[in-house]
């Protein structure tokens, strides 16, 4: 006598005929969308936006940005406690998630550097020096470096499991550095950005208490 499926089970039937690729055509939308509004405004075709850039529209989409990558950040790290929680099974999409990520903190970078700094590349370096809010997103960002260049079947069999396992271990640290830089990048105490933090520790303390030895 078969058994009625569960709600994980109607889930993962409802995901499994739906391809990566879709994930990110609707992912890359967003990002897309703001940089195509940011090329139409500085030269002067369009105006995409209207006065939702408020007062410093530079900060407004390197806000923008920073958010999406978090939130991709967060979704890509949430997917095996979803997995070990609810028996979702979301991993054919993490590598996908994972890219999307890098793809929009290179944005909130590259926005940083073109609309804020003016590559003004002697400014960058004293801000990233003396601003810890500038220090601790870049030191994010430069621990996902070898995360993304390994992010690949191909890297998988160039190092070996153990390796590339532990090469991608450094997402821990970039997520946890990326969700304080968001907070610190307030300068206030703002319940949003405080969320976004928690919800991090919680994953990586789920992630930490699945690695411990078993009993």
Do not use: C
Not at 61 to 75: D, K, P, R, V, Y
Not at 152 to 181: C, E, M, R, T
């Amino acid at each position: 006598m078969s058994h009625a499926p569960t709600t994980s089970e109607r889930i993962n039937a409802a995901l499994r005929p739906i391809p990566k690729w879709v994930i990110y055509v609707i992912g890359g939308l967003p990002g897309i969308y703001i940089i195509a509004g940011v090329i139409l405004a500085v030269s002067g075709t369009y105006d995409l936006f209207g006065d939702r850039l408020g007062i410093d529209p530079a900060k407004t989409i390197e806000h923008w940005l920073g958010e999406l990558a978090l939130q991709f950040f967060i979704a890509t790290m949430a997917i095996r406690a979803l997995r070990d929680l609810f028996k979702l099974k979301l991993i054919k999409f993490r590598r996908a998630l994972g890219h999307l990520t890098f793809f929009y903190i290179t944005l909130h970078l590259g926005v940083w550097l073109w609309l804020d700094m003016q590559w003004a590349w002697g400014q960058m370096w004293s801000d990233i020096l003396k601003r810890p809010y500038i220090t601790i997103g870049m030191a994010a960002f430069v621990f996902l470096i070898p995360v993304m260049l390994t992010s690949s079947d191909a890297a998988i069999k160039k190092y070996g499991p153990k390796v590339w396992q532990n090469i991608h271990k450094l997402a821990y640290p970039a997520v946890f550095l990326g969700g304080l830089h968001y907070v610190l990048l307030q300068r206030i105490w703002d319940p949003e950005s405080l969320i976004y933090l928690g919800t991090i520790i919680v994953l990586l303390a789920l992630r930490g208490r699945a690695l411990l030895p078993k009993r």
